[in-house]
C-alpha cells in the first residue's frame, strides 16, 4: 500500500498538481510561486479590479511575502475562496497562506490545526442600519430582520448577542458580500451585519452612503489576520516577520520612496531590518535583503493601510485601534534584533 | 348575375370569399379561429405591448453606451441599460485573470477547436474521421499547452529524464511497428500506447516553449467552456464503459457496482459533488498530494457528467436490434470487436442528439462552481457588480450572461435537432 | 452406438468466457475494495492530522445559529436549545417543501404551455416557444439570481410599504405575511365533515360507476361531489359557530408579527424552479400529446363519444402514460435543484446543513454523505413510485 500511495503521489504530482510538503518554503521557491488565498471579493481587502488583477490590503500582504521570498511581489497566485472553502484551502496545502480577513480564534489556532501569524487588522462585529430607521443602539433591535454572510463567526456572534439580549431577529443568510449587499440595499433586510471594516466597504458601494449609519455597538473582537498550516514553523515565522517588518517600517519611518537611502541610515534596527547589517534573513531563510525587498514592493503598514482602506480611499476607515501603539493604538511589533 | 342559373357543372371557379385568403384569411386561421384563441391573441398582443417596449427602450434606445463607471451612465439617465459596464468588463469576463497580452492563445485554441469542429458537426464537409481523430488525441495536449504553457513533471525535470522519455519513445514505436508487421495487435497496443503516451509527456513538456500561465488565471467564459469541454470529453469513455458495464449480463457484481455509481451520482445535486471535491477530495488523497481547485471541480464535474453519459449511451446500446448482436456473434467477433466495429459505431450515432443535450445541461451546471469560488463567467459578473465603480447594475450583468448562455446553448440545441432529423431518415424503412 | 466425445482440447480455459467473467469480476473486486481501502485509510489519516473528529457525536451539539426566521419556522427550531440535528431536519422539511409546492405549480405551468406550444393560434405557439426555449437555455441558477435580486427584490415594496390584500396578507420584498389559523374547540368536529365528505364522495363514485356498468343510467357525479364536499363542511362550520381564529400579522417595530410568513427567497426560489421546470414539463406533455394519433380521435368519434369525453377517456389516457416518465424524473430534477437555495439564502438542507452546520463544525464527511443520502432516499422513492405506475399503465401486448 505505501508503494501505491507513492505510486499515486508521483502520478499525481506529474499531473498538474501541487505538492504541499513539510517544508513549505522550499516548496513554494521551486513552483516559483506562493499560494496565496483570498476573498471572492471585497472592496479595499481584496478584489479584481477591471483588467482582471487583484487588489487590496490583504493582497498587499500575499505580495509582501513573496517580495520577501522571491524578491519579487508578483510571484503570486490567488486562490479565491469562499467563508467555506477557505480552511479546506489551506489545510489541503492548496494555499500556502491564507490572507482573508479571518479572525483568529482558539479553536481555528488549536482545533482545526492553523497558525495565526499576527493580526494586521483589529476588528469587531458591527451593525449598519438605515438612518431613517432612527436606531440608536443595537439593543433597539428586537425583531429586526438581518442579512448575515455564511460561512463567518459572525452568524455565532449574532445569535449570542440576541440571546444575550433577550431579543429576536429574522436572519437573512446569504453567501457572498455581494448579494448581502443588494439585499440590504433594497431593504429587504433592516440591518446588516459583518465586521465593522466590512460594513464601511459595503457601505460607501451603497448607492448613498450618507443615509446609513454604523450603530456604536461592537458585539465581538475580530483580530483579522494572515494564517498558515500547523507544524512549519519556519513558515510560519517567514509570514509573521514579513508582517512585523511592515509594522517595524511604519514604526521606523522606512517607506517605499526613502527606503533605498534608508538602506544606509545609521539607526541600526533600520540597517537589521533592511538587511545592511546582520544576518536575520538568513536565519529565515531567505535573502540578506528580504526586509529591503518588502518594504520596495508594497510600502509600510502605513502605505498599505491608506493605499486601500485608509481615509482617502472610498472605505475611509480612520486608524483607530490599527494605529501604531506610539500613537494610541496597539499595532506593536517585536524588535527586529 | 345573381339569378343566372348555370347548366350542372358548367358553373365557372369563383376565386375563394376574401375571409379565407389574404391577409384576413390568415389571420382568420392562424389567430382568431374560435372565440377562445380571439381571446387569447387580444390577451397576448395586450401583454406584449406592456413587456416588449420598455424592454427594447432599456437595452437600446435610452441605454447608455459607453461610461466608465455607474455615476456618469446614471448621470445620463437611469431608464436605460449602462453598457459601458459590459465594454469595460468584457475582457475580465471571457478571460477572467489570464494575461491580456495572451489573450490570443485561448483565441488560438477556440478557433482550432471550431476549425476541427466543423467537419465533424456537419457530414457534409470532408475530413471528418481524420478532425475527429485530431480533436480526441491531439487537440487536448495543445489545449494544455496552449492555455497553461510547459507543464513541470518531476520525473522530467532534468536531461536524463528527457533523454529516456525520448528513448522509451523510440523504443514503443519500435514495438509496434513490430507488432503491425506481425499482426500482433497486443504488441501493437502496448507499443503505440507507450509511444503515445512518452510524445504527450515530451510535448507537455515543451509546451510550445510559451510563458506559464498558472491555472489560478483561468476564469470568465473561457473557464466555462473549459470546464464544461473537458468534463464531457472525459465522461464520454467513462460513461461508455460504465454503459457497458451495466449492460454485462454476465458479470452480475460489474454490473451491480457500474448500477450502484449511476444510480448514486444521479440521485444527487451536482452542488454535493461538487461539495465532495472541494471538501472530501483533500482527505482521500494521501498526504501531499492535492490538485488545485479547478482540477478539484474538474474531477467532481466528470464523474458527475459520467452517470449521466452511461444513461445517454445505454439508450443507444439498448436501441440497436438484436439481431445485430447475433450477427456479430455469429461472425465469430469476440466481445471487443463485437463493441468496437458493429455495436458502438450504430449505438453512438444514435445518441448525438443525447450527447448534446447532456453537454447543454452540463454547460448550464458549470456556473454552479461560483459556490466553491471559481471564477467562471457568472462569477466574473456578479464579482465586478461588487466594484464601487459598478454596483446596482445588477439587470445590465445578468442580462448579458444570459443572452451569451442563451445564444450557445439554443445554438447547440438547434443543431441537435438538425442531427436528429438527419439521422432519423437511415432508420426509416 | 456409444460415440466418444473428446472434450476439445483447442480451448484452453481462458478463453472459457464463464471463467474469464469470474477472472474479471474477482480482480475488479479486488481492485475497488483496494480502491476504498486507500480512501479510507488516508481519510483516517488525514482527519487525525488535522484534528478532525470522526462520528456523528456533533450532531447532539445545540447549533448556536439561527436559520431560519421566527416567520416561517416550521420545525419549532429554538435558538437557544436546538441542535445540529435539528438543523438538518429543519432543512430537510424546507426541501421537501420548496419541491412540493415547486412540483405542482411546475406541472401546472407544464400542462398549460405544453398545449399552448400545441395551439391553432400562432401567436400563442410563439409565445410559448419563447418561453419554452428562452428558460431552458438559461442556466437555472442565473435565473434564481435574476427573480430574486432583479424582479423579487426590486419590484415588491418595502416593508413598511407593503401591498395589502383586505389588511390582512401583505406583500413585500422580504416575505409574504399572512393570517395563519388558531383552531378553537370544536375544530375537530368541523375536520371530521370534511373526512366523511370525502369518504362519502369516494363512495358515490363507486356506486355510480357501478350502476352505470349495469343499468347504463349516468348519475351527475360531479355535481353531487361538489355539493358534497362543499355543503357538509359548511353546515357544520356554522353549527359549530365557526371553530377557527386567525391570528393577523401586524406590522410592529421592525417586521409584521403574528401569523406565517413565506420568505422572498422561497418566492425567488419557487419561480425560478417552477418556470424552469415547468419548460421542460412543456416539451414532455407536447411530446406526449402529439404521440396519441389521430386516429384514436377519430375512432372515439366513431364510437360516439363527444369531444370533451374523448380528450378525457381516450387522448389524455395515452399521452399521460408517455408523459409520465420522463415528467417524474422532472421532478426529481426539480428536487435536485433546489439545492441552489444556497444563492439566495433559502434555508434548504444544503444551505443550512451542508452549509453553515459543516463550516461550524468541519465534519465533512458525515454531513456530506448524510446529504447525499438523504437526496438518494428522495431519488429511489421516486423512481420506485415510477416503476409502479409503469406496470399498472403498460400497454398489454398480445
Known amino acids: 500500500m505505501k508503494y501505491l500511495k507513492h505510486l499515486t503521489a508521483a502520478a499525481a504530482v506529474a499531473l498538474l498538481s501541487t505538492a504541499a510538503g513539510a517544508a513549505t518554503l522550499d516548496d513554494v521557491k521551486s513552483k516559483g510561486v506562493l499560494d496565496c488565498g483570498v476573498t471572492t471579493g471585497l472592496a479595499g481587502f481584496a478584489a479584481p479590479d477591471d483588467s482582471g488583477k487583484w487588489q487590496g490590503f490583504d493582497v498587499d500582504f500575499c505580495r509582501a511575502v513573496s517580495a520577501a521570498v522571491f524578491g519579487n511581489p508578483d510571484k503570486v497566485k490567488y486562490t479565491p475562496t469562499t467563508g467555506k472553502t477557505r480552511f479546506t484551502a489551506l489545510q489541503s496545502g492548496e494555499v500556502d497562506l491564507l490572507a482573508r480577513n479571518t479572525t483568529w480564534t482558539f479553536s481555528r489556532d488549536v482545533d482545526l490545526g492553523f497558525e495565526f501569524v499576527g493580526v494586521n487588522y483589529y476588528d469587531g462585529q458591527g451593525f449598519m442600519v438605515r438612518k431613517d430607521l432612527g436606531v440608536k443602539s443595537a439593543t433597539e433591535l428586537d425583531g429586526a430582520t438581518v442579512c448575515i454572510q455564511t460561512g463567518t463567526t459572525t452568524e455565532l456572534n449574532l445569535a449570542d448577542y440576541f440571546r444575550a439580549n433577550n431579543m429576536s431577529f429574522s436572519p437573512v443568510v446569504i453567501e457572498t458580500n455581494a448579494e448581502a449587499r443588494a439585499n440590504y440595499e433594497k431593504g429587504a433586510c433592516d440591518v446588516y451585519t459583518t465586521d465593522r471594516s466590512g460594513l464601511a466597504a459595503t457601505r460607501v458601494v451603497l448607492p448613498d452612503p450618507g443615509a446609513h449609519v454604523v450603530l456604536p455597538e461592537i458585539i465581538s473582537k475580530e483580530p483579522l489576520g494572515p494564517l498558515v498550516r500547523h507544524g512549519d514553523n519556519q513558515w510560519g515565522d517567514i509570514a509573521r516577520w514579513t508582517l512585523n517588518a511592515l509594522v517595524t517600517a511604519e514604526e521606523l519611518g522606512v517607506t517605499q520612496a526613502n527606503v533605498d537611502s534608508m538602506k544606509s541610515s545609521k539607526n541600526p534596527e533600520v540597517r537589521r531590518l533592511l538587511g545592511s547589517e546582520g544576518s536575520l534573513g538568513e536565519m529565515l531563510g531567505l535573502s540578506k535583503d528580504w526586509g529591503y525587498h518588502v518594504i520596495k514592493s508594497v510600502g509600510n503598514y502605513s502605505e498599505i493601510y491608506e493605499r486601500h482602506i485608509g481615509a482617502n480611499t472610498p472605505l475611509g476607515l480612520a486608524r483607530g485601534v490599527n494605529a501604531l501603539w506610539t500613537s494610541g493604538g496597539i499595532l506593536y511589533s517585536p524588535p527586529f534584533r | ?429 | 452406438m456409444a460415440v466418444e466425445v473428446e472434450s476439445s482440447p483447442r480451448t484452453h480455459w481462458w478463453n472459457d468466457e464463464r471463467i474469464r467473467a469470474i477472472l474479471v469480476q474477482v480482480l475488479v473486486v479486488g481492485l475497488f475494495a483496494g480502491f476504498i481501502w486507500f480512501i479510507v485509510d488516508n481519510t483516517a489519516i488525514n482527519m487525525e492530522k488535522r484534528g478532525l473528529k470522526a462520528g456523528f457525536g456533533f450532531m447532539d451539539d445545540i447549533a448556536g445559529f439561527q436559520p431560519t426566521s421566527p416567520g416561517f419556522n416550521i420545525t419549532n427550531f429554538d435558538v437557544n436549545i436546538s441542535t445540529h440535528s435539528e438543523v438538518f431536519f429543519l432543512g430537510l422539511v424546507n426541501t421537501l417543501m420548496i419541491a412540493a409546492v415547486g412540483i405542482v405549480l411546475a406541472t401546472i405551468v407544464g400542462f398549460v404551455f405544453g398545449v399552448m406550444r400545441l395551439s391553432d393560434n400562432i401567436l400563442i405557439k410563439f409565445v410559448a416557444a419563447v418561453y419554452v426555449e428562452g428558460t431552458r437555455n438559461i442556466p437555472l441558477l442565473l435565473q434564481i439570481l435574476a427573480w430574486y435580486l432583479g424582479v423579487i427584490l426590486a419590484v415588491f415594496p418595502a416593508v413598511r410599504k407593503s401591498w395589502d390584500w383586505g389588511e390582512v396578507i401583505f406583500f413585500n420584498n422580504r416575505y409574504i405575511a399572512f393570517p395563519s389559523p388558531i383552531p378553537q374547540s370544536g375544530f375537530w368536529i368541523f375536520m371530521a365533515s370534511v373526512a366523511i365528505a370525502i369518504v362519502a364522495v369516494v363512495f358515490l363514485r363507486r356506486w355510480a360507476h357501478q350502476r352505470q356498468d349495469a343499468t347504463g343510467q349516468q348519475f351527475p357525479v360531479f355535481w353531487a361531489s361538489v355539493a358534497i364536499l362543499i355543503g357538509l363542511p359548511t353546515v357544520v362550520w356554522f353549527i359549530t359557530g365557526q371553530p377557527l381564529a386567525w391570528d393577523v400579522p401586524e406590522l410592529k417595530g421592525f417586521n409584521y408579527r403574528g401569523g406565517g410568513q413565506l420568505p422572498a427567497s422561497f418566492l425567488g426560489m419557487l419561480f425560478a424552479l417552477t418556470f424552469y421546470t415547468g419548460a421542460f414539463i412543456a416539451e414532455n406533455v407536447r411530446a406526449g400529446i402529439q404521440s396519441v394519433s389521430h386516429g384514436q380521435t377519430e375512432a372515439a368519434y366513431a364510437v360516439g363519444l363527444r369531444p370533451g369525453t374523448t380528450t378525457r377517456l381516450i387522448i389524455i389516457p395515452q399521452a399521460l402514460r408517455v408523459i409520465v416518465p420522463p415528467v417524474t424524473s422532472q421532478y426529481l430534477n426539480l428536487t435536485k435543484n433546489s439545492s441552489l437555495a444556497i444563492a439566495i439564502g433559502y434555508p434548504d438542507l444544503v444551505n443550512i446543513f451542508t452549509g453553515i452546520s459543516l463550516n461550524q463544525t468541519g465534519n465533512a464527511v458525515e454531513i456530506i454523505l448524510m446529504t447525499m443520502l438523504v437526496y438518494l432516499t428522495i431519488s429511489l422513492l421516486i423512481s420506485a413510485y415510477m416503476n409502479w405506475y409503469n406496470k399498472r399503465v403498460a400497454l398489454v401486448e398480445r
Request: neutral net charge; aromatic residues 14%.
Open chain 2, 1 to 429: 348575375m345573381a339569378d343566372r342559373t348555370y347548366e350542372i357543372g358548367s358553373h365557372p371557379d369563383l376565386p375563394p370569399p376574401v375571409s379565407e385568403t389574404g391577409v384576413i384569411g390568415w389571420l382568420k386561421h392562424n389567430l382568431f379561429s374560435t372565440w377562445y384563441n380571439s381571446l387569447g391573441t387580444i390577451f397576448i398582443l395586450y401583454l406584449l405591448y406592456l413587456a416588449l417596449p420598455p424592454l427594447v427602450d432599456w437595452t437600446l434606445l435610452s441605454a447608455v453606451w459607453g461610461g466608465n463607471s455607474n455615476q456618469e451612465c446614471w448621470a445620463v439617465t437611469r431608464e436605460g441599460a449602462c453598457w459601458g459596464f459590459i465594454d469595460n468588463r468584457f475582457s475580465f469576463l471571457m478571460y477572467g485573470f489570464y494575461d491580456s497580452d495572451a489573450y490570443w492563445r485561448p483565441n488560438l485554441v477556440g478557433i482550432i477547436f471550431i476549425l476541427a469542429m466543423i467537419p465533424v458537426l456537419f457530414r457534409s464537409i470532408p475530413g471528418g474521421n481524420v478532425a475527429a481523430v485530431f480533436l480526441i488525441f491531439v487537440f487536448p495536449w495543445i489545449t494544455v499547452s496552449m492555455l497553461y504553457g510547459p507543464v513541470n513533471m518531476t520525473t522530467m525535470g532534468s536531461s536524463v529524464g528527457v533523454t529516456i522519455y525520448s528513448l522509451v519513445l523510440l523504443a514503443g514505436l519500435g514495438l509496434g511497428w513490430h507488432g503491425r508487421k506481425n499482426l500482433n495487435l497486443l504488441l501493437m497496443g502496448i507499443g503505440f500506447g507507450v509511444a503515445y503516451f512518452c510524445a504527450i509527456a515530451l510535448f507537455l513538456r515543451w509546451g510550445f516553449g510559451l510563458k506559464v500561465i498558472g491555472t489560478d488565471k483561468f476564469g470568465g467564459l473561457m473557464l466555462t467552456l473549459i470546464l464544461a469541454t473537458v468534463s464531457i470529453g472525459v465522461s464520454m469513455p467513462l460513461g461508455i464503459v460504465l454503459a457497458l458495464g451495466r449492460q454485462n449480463q454476465k458479470m452480475p457484481i460489474v454490473r451491480t457496482l457500474c448500477i450502484g455509481f449511476i444510480e448514486l451520482v444521479r440521485a444527487v445535486p451536482l452542488i454535493t459533488v461538487l461539495f465532495m471535491a472541494q471538501f472530501m477530495l483533500p482527505l482521500f488523497l494521501p498526504e501531499g498530494v492535492d490538485f488545485d481547485n479547478i482540477v478539484r471541480a474538474l474531477v467532481g464535474m466528470s464523474l458527475f457528467a459520467a452517470a449521466y453519459m452511461a444513461e445517454v449511451v445505454r439508450g443507444g446500446l439498448q436501441a440497436i436490434g438484436k439481431g445485430q448482436y447475433e450477427a456479430a456473434d455469429a461472425l465469430g467477433l469476440n466481445y471487443f470487436l463485437k463493441m468496437r466495429f458493429i455495436i458502438m459505431p450504430q449505438a453512438l450515432k444514435i445518441v448525438i442528439p443525447g450527447i448534446v443535450s447532456t453537454f447543454i445541461g452540463l454547460f448550464k451546471d458549470t456556473t454552479l462552481v461560483l459556490i466553491i469560488g471559481l471564477f467562471d463567467f457568472l462569477q466574473t459578473g456578479v464579482s465586478s457588480l461588487a466594484d464601487t465603480k459598478w454596483n446596482g447594475l445588477e439587470h445590465e450583468a445578468y442580462f448579458f450572461i444570459g443572452l451569451v448562455f442563451f445564444v450557445l446553448c439554443f445554438g447547440m440545441s438547434r443543431y441537435s435537432m438538425y442531427l436528429e432529423k438527419k439521422l432519423d431518415t437511415g432508420y426509416k424503412r
